[in-house]
C-alpha cells in the first residue's frame, strides 16, 4: 500500500476491520516521514493492528520482490496485496517525452505486474 492516496484510505479500511497487520511501502526517500507519520498515526488509532513501511519502486522488479520478501519476511504470510501505486501527467501525448512515458508505464503497468509477480511468488 502507498501512503497517501486511495493507498492510504485501502489501509485505513483494513484497520477498521481489523487487520492483524499492514505493509505499506512508499517509492522514495521524499515520502519516507510521511509514511512513517502515517503509519503512526493508523497504529494509535488501531493498536492491535502492526503497521510497517517498506521502501520499493513499483516500476523496478527488484525493488518489490525485494520488500514483498522482507514483508512475507515480517509477517509470516500474505492475505491480501493490493497494487494501487499509479501516476499521471498532464502533458499533451504529442509533448510528452520519452522519460515521462516510461515513468507513467513504469509505474501504472509495470508496478501492478512486478508486484503481483512477487506476491504470488
Given at each position: ?20 497487520g ?9 515520502t ?18 502492526i503497521?510497517?513501511i ?22 509470516g504470510?500474505?492475505d ?21 512515458a ?20
Amino acid at each position: 500500500m502507498l501512503v497517501r492516496g486511495i493507498g492510504l484510505a485501502v489501509c485505513q479500511g483494513y484497520a477498521e476491520a481489523g487487520a492483524a497487520g499492514i505493509a505499506m511501502i512508499h517509492s522514495s526517500g521524499a515520502t519516507a516521514e510521511l509514511a512513517s507519520e502515517r503509519a503512526a498515526e493508523i497504529q494509535k488509532k488501531h493498536p492491535k493492528t502492526i503497521v510497517r513501511i517498506y521502501r520499493a519502486n513499483v516500476a523496478i522488479a527488484k525493488d518489490i520482490e525485494d520488500a514483498t520478501r522482507q514483508v512475507f519476511s515480517d509477517f509470516g504470510r500474505l492475505d491480501v496485496v493490493v497494487a494501487n501505486a499509479g501516476v499521471y501527467t498532464e502533458t499533451p501525448a504529442l509533448e510528452m517525452s520519452s522519460e515521462e512515458a516510461q515513468h507513467v508505464t513504469g509505474v501504472n503497468y509495470f508496478g501492478p505486474l512486478y508486484t503481483a509477480q512477487a506476491a504470488a511468488r
